[in-house]
């Protein structure tokens, strides 16, 4: 520090417990007595030089480990896609724009759709492999959307998403346990592991098959 640095009696009392420099009301004094425990607690310790007008330098000296550092976690791997495109369907604008990115940046074409009526009309003059919708929106639910385009576009895909698990496999079932369910919020990772999975499932390798 470069500022006025202390004199030797402030710097003798620097750690004690309410000892503060400062005006009443504008300190507590406890910060470095706080610092203090925390490294004395290590059996580590701290020195101060400073001198008026000059400034302060404070050092923190902490115990080796005999113990070699644990290893950063390997980051997890990431599925990419190969060109598969993939019609979002989400009426939160917020969460259809962060997933949207997601995709594109990671090798998906991508549509995105606010509602159920724009999927349909976007659907009229477009093939796609996956459609990825949210279960509950107004007018026109997810699961609406995949009947009225199952006719015509019968190889493609589904993933369903939520931020209301209970209403996507509560009593009312809006959704069979067996059918594919991201849970909103979720990760980049999650997401790109969803929709791989999704795409590459058997039921997928099926339909294509059957085409």
Do not use: W
């Amino acid at each position: 520090d470069e500022g006025s640095g202390m004199s030797a009696d402030v710097v003798a009392r620097a750690f004690d417990p309410f000892f503060s420099t400062k005006r009443p009301g504008e300190g507590t004094g406890l910060g470095l007595a706080t610092v203090y425990g925390i490294v004395a607690d290590t059996g580590g310790a701290v020195d101060v030089q400073s001198e008026e007008g000059v400034g302060s330098t404070v050092r923190a000296f902490f115990p080796a480990s005999p113990e070699a550092p644990a290893p950063f976690p390997a980051p997890p791997d990431v599925v990419v896609g190969a060109g598969e495109t993939v019609l979002v369907v989400e009426d939160q604008r917020a969460v259809r724009e962060v997933t949207v990115a997601i995709l594109r940046r990671n090798g998906y074409r991508v549509r995105p759709a606010a509602d159920a009526a724009e999927a349909l009309l976007i659907s009229a003059d477009i093939d796609f492999d996956l459609l990825l919708t949210d279960v509950v929106m107004p007018g026109t639910s997810g699961r609406e959307l995949v009947s009225a385009l199952r006719d015509r576009h019968q190889t493609c895909q589904v993933l369903f998403m939520s931020g209301y698990s209970g209403s996507a496999f509560g009593s009312d079932r809006i959704l069979d346990a067996t059918e594919a369910f991201i849970h909103k919020p979720f990760k980049e990772t999650e997401l790109l592991q969803a929709v791989h999975d999704a795409l590459h499932s058997s039921s997928a390798t099926e339909r294509r098959s059957l085409q």
